[in-house]
């Protein structure tokens, strides 16, 4: 994993380092704004601050997304039956970031 500068908080502390990429989501769950450009570039704690205070945070947007990929180290693996998941058991490092989606999956 790439080593992140630490973010500082209001009072000038050192806070640890945000790993995730993280961009805001409008109430159809897509971006506001591209994805693509989220994608090579680290959003910002002053971007973050300002969506959740003042910008993107309002009655459009109800919702954070990571960014996968390169820029967060993130990769998504979906199983979408018995085998794909006995297959990943079998194949990848146990993660406690595992979800079930609304359709089972």
């Known amino acids: 994993m790439r080593e992140r500068q630490p973010s500082v908080s209001r009072d000038g502390q050192a806070l640890p380092p945000r790993q995730l990429n993280l961009i ?4 159809d769950k897509k971006p506001l704004g591209t994805w693509k450009a989220s994608q090579g570039t680290m959003t910002t704690d002053v971007e ?4 959740m205070t003042t910008g993107a945070w309002d009655d459009r947007c109800n919702a954070f997304a990571v960014v996968t990929g390169f820029i967060s180290d993130i990769v998504v693996v979906y199983s979408d039956s018995k085998d794909a998941e006995d297959w990943c058991q079998t194949n990848l490092p146990p993660t406690p970031w595992m979800v079930n989606t609304a359709k089972g999956g």
């Open 48 to 51: 973050l601050t300002t969506w």
């Open 24 to 27: 805001p989501l409008g109430t």
